[in-house]
């Protein structure tokens, strides 16, 4: 990990977003204080525009994201009522039509 002022980091920013793209993580600062960090894309993180999306969503405080990125697979929920449940209640509903 190496650490870059803002100066030079403009200076040579594609450099920098090379040694990132190789898997290096760099660290930005301001005044010798950390304000930001450039690094490798995470493997979690899906190459989509959609991404972008919801960066800004959470940028604008729309959205909040996990505290914990998920790596397992949600369950698939129990259905709520059978089909043949949900039909006789709308024959049921329908009856004095």
Same mark, same amino acid.
């Given at each position: 990990m190496r650490s870059v002022g803002i100066k030079a980091l403009n200076s040579k920013l594609s450099a920098y977003v &090379? @040694? !990132?793209?190789?898997? $290096? *993580?760099? @660290?930005? *600062? #301001? =005044? #010798? =204080? +950390? +304000? !930001? $960090? @450039?690094?490798?894309? &995470?493997?979690? =993180?899906?190459? +989509?525009l959609a991404d972008a999306f919801l960066a800004d969503l959470v940028r604008s405080g729309v959205m909040t994201p996990p505290l914990m990125p998920s790596t397992t697979p949600l369950d698939k929920p129990p259905p709520v009522a059978s089909f043949d449940d949900v039909m006789r209640d709308l024959d049921e509903s329908r009856e004095d039509r």
């Open positions: &090379q @040694l !990132a793209a190789s898997g $290096e *993580t760099i @660290l930005i *600062t #301001d =005044r #010798d =204080r +950390v +304000v !930001a $960090e @450039l690094g490798p894309i &995470q493997p979690s =993180r899906t190459p +989509v």
